[in-house]
T-cell receptor, first 111, second 117 residues
Framework: EDQVTQSPEALRLQEGESSSLNCSYTVSGLRGLFWYRQDPGKGPEFLFT???AGEEKEKERLKATLTKKESFLHITAPKPEDSATYLC????????????FGAGTILRVKS | NAGVMQNPRHLVRRRGQEARLRCSPVKGHSHVYWYRQLPEEGLKFMVY????????ESGMPKERFSAEFPKEGPSILRIQQVVRGDSAAYFC???????????????FGSGTQLSVL
């Protein structure tokens, strides 16, 4: 069965309070791990793709890292506009053409 | 520079009616994907199409659901004889390259919210 698990389900932060979101997966033939941001009533917006353990990518206050079994999305000094649902998705040999998504982490940043 | 366009944004149907959801991919993209999102659940893959061809429909129910991506015009997801359980947000995504490319990036539309009464 497809297994992409995100934690926590929801996270409340004060503005400036850094934290991390987790995405764990159980596939053996990883071909890519994707992070997306989704705002209410909108489609997912692409953030990062990671392909191999040890890889890191950064964009503004966000930094994504990858190990063999999980990925972290680090948010440094978040602002209220970072509030959104963050989705991770996995493409793997055993999933064929599917991009398998986790259920997401709902982030709320209060000023 | 339009992104993925989906219409309608909201669609209300009574049980037994047909629903047609349209998706125009990013200009120049030949790969289209349909995903369904149920409340409190993640996005679930339905079908992958490349111009005029269905590549993978393993996530789509075998009955009542069909998808096409003609040579000209938008991709269409068609649901016949809708039931209450079909109520969900349906998202379309497109990419310029296929799933095996290392620079693959999916662009999503804003979705169609289908409500079945």
């Amino acid at each position: 069965e497809d297994q992409v698990t995100q934690s926590p389900e929801a996270l409340r932060l004060q503005e400036g309070e850094s934290s991390s979101l987790n995405c764990s997966y159980t596939v053996s033939g990883l071909r890519g791990l994707f992070w997306y941001r989704q705002d209410p009533g909108k489609g997912p917006e692409f953030l990062f793709t990671l392909y191999s353990a040890g890889e890191e990518k950064e964009k503004e206050r966000l930094k994504a890292t990858l190990t063999k079994k999980e990925s972290f999305l680090h948010i440094t000094a978040p602002k209220p506009e970072d509030s959104a649902t963050y989705l991770c998705a996995v493409r793997a040999m055993e999933y064929g053409n599917k991009l398998v998504f986790g259920a997401g982490t709902i982030l709320r940043v209060k000023s | 520079n339009a992104g993925v366009m989906q219409n309608p944004r909201h669609l209300v149907r009574r049980r037994g009616q047909e629903a047609r959801l349209r998706c125009s991919p990013v200009k120049g993209h030949s790969h289209v994907y349909w995903y369904r999102q149920l409340p409190e659940e993640g996005l679930k893959f339905m079908v992958y199409l490349q111009k005029e061809n269905i590549i993978d429909e393993s996530g789509m129910p075998k009955e009542r659901f069909s998808a096409e991506f003609p040579k000209e015009g938008p991709s269409i997801l068609r649901i016949q004889q809708v039931v209450r359980g079909d109520s969900a947000a349906y998202f379309c995504a497109s990419s310029a390259v296929g799933v095996s490319a290392t620079n693959e990036k999916l662009f999503f539309g804003s979705g169609t919210q289908l409500s079945v009464l």
